[in-house]
């Protein structure tokens, strides 16, 4: 299978296995992963962790022979596909960490984007090199880029089309943290600051920072008071301050 779907202590794990073809996202593959989607938002982990089989890549991007000779129906259908999988990614209740291991490049690099975290080591390589190709990205990548690293970085990015070592993707806010290891290991290691916590409680936070950059400053004080106040209704805020109060760890029922 292209995708596997593990559960490691309590997080999801989504594997892209094609080591052989760079981990390189086929419009079947992305079918794929959207139904293995759905069985991420139906299980329990608190947090989901993307990586790629194999030494070389994170995900190269697109089949380019897949591409080639397509109408421009066939074309738009499959930019929508690309986007609407990743959105499904980035609209996950729970936290979602790429790991990038090697190249992430178009698609690859899209996917990384959709994530809320990107951890990287020192062997990554992120670029969107669609302008070589006379494309553009298609995936996400124009519009989630430039709100995470920028404007004009996003811009010198996507119209050079070229290659960000892992360090310099650290110093642009591009990735989260650069580290040596092996990638399913530093997604758990990452994840850990996080999932031990309510699972509503971080989907509120999520939602209430994701946001921010999209409505006014009063809007999102009201937004933020409204979804404190919808965390504040549940069993697990009760439970937090009363396991304060009594100096205990709580257990949360995430409800």
Request: with cysteine.
């Given at each position: 299978?292209?995708?596997?779907?593990?559960?490691?202590?309590?997080?999801?794990?989504?594997?892209?296995?094609?080591?052989?073809?760079?981990n390189?996202?086929s419009?079947?593959?992305?079918?794929?992963?959207?139904g293995v989607?759905?069985?991420?938002?139906?299980?329990?982990?608190?947090?989901?962790?993307?990586?790629?089989?194999?030494d070389?890549?994170?995900?190269?991007?697109?089949?380019?022979?897949?591409?080639?000779?397509?109408?421009?129906?066939?074309?738009?259908?499959?930019?929508?596909l690309?986007?609407?999988?990743?959105?499904?990614?980035?609209?996950?209740?729970?936290?979602?960490?790429?790991?990038?291991?090697?190249?992430?490049?178009?698609?690859?690099?899209?996917?990384?984007?959709?994530?809320?975290?990107?951890?990287?080591?020192?062997?990554a390589?992120?670029?969107?090199?669609?302008i070589?190709l006379?494309?553009?990205?298609?995936?996400?990548?124009?519009?989630?880029l430039?709100?995470?690293?920028?404007?004009?970085?996003?811009?010198?990015?996507?119209?050079?089309?070229?290659?960000?070592?892992?360090?310099?993707?650290?110093?642009?806010?591009?990735?989260?943290?650069?580290?040596?290891?092996?990638?399913?290991?530093?997604?758990?290691?990452?994840?850990?600051?996080?999932?031990?916590y309510?699972?509503?409680?971080?989907?509120?936070?999520?939602?209430?920072?994701?946001?921010?950059?999209?409505?006014?400053?009063?809007?999102?004080?009201?937004?933020?008071?409204?979804?404190?106040?919808?965390?504040?209704?549940?069993?697990?805020?009760?439970?937090?301050?009363?396991?304060f109060?009594?100096?205990?760890d709580?257990?949360?029922?995430?409800?």
């Open positions: 299978m292209p995708i596997q779907l593990t559960q490691r202590d309590r997080a999801a794990v989504v594997t892209l296995d094609r080591p052989e073809a760079l390189a996202l419009f079947a593959i992305l079918e794929e992963l959207d989607l759905d069985e991420v938002a139906a299980s329990d982990a608190r947090a989901l962790i993307v990586a790629g089989a194999g070389k890549a994170f995900c190269a991007g697109a089949d380019i022979p897949e591409l080639r000779h397509r109408d421009l129906v066939a074309q738009r259908r499959g930019a929508q690309g986007q609407r999988v990743f959105e499904r990614v980035a609209q996950l209740e729970i936290p979602s960490i790429a790991v990038v291991h090697g190249f992430a490049l178009g698609g690859g690099c899209e996917l990384a984007l959709a994530c809320d975290f990107r951890v990287a080591t020192p062997k390589r992120f670029g969107l090199p669609e070589k006379g494309l553009i990205p298609g995936y996400g990548g124009t519009q989630r430039p709100r995470l690293i920028g404007e004009a970085r996003a811009l010198e990015m996507i119209l050079s089309g070229r290659t960000v070592r892992a360090d310099e993707a650290l110093s642009m806010g591009l990735v989260n943290r650069v580290e040596e290891g092996d990638p399913v290991a530093l997604g758990l290691a990452f994840a850990e600051a996080f999932t031990g309510s699972r509503p409680a971080l989907s509120f936070a999520r939602d209430a920072v994701r946001r921010a950059a999209d409505v006014s400053l009063a809007d999102g004080l009201s937004l933020e008071a409204d979804l404190s106040t919808l965390a504040y209704r549940m069993a697990d805020a009760e439970e937090g301050m009363a396991a109060q009594e100096k205990r709580p257990e949360w029922r995430d409800e």
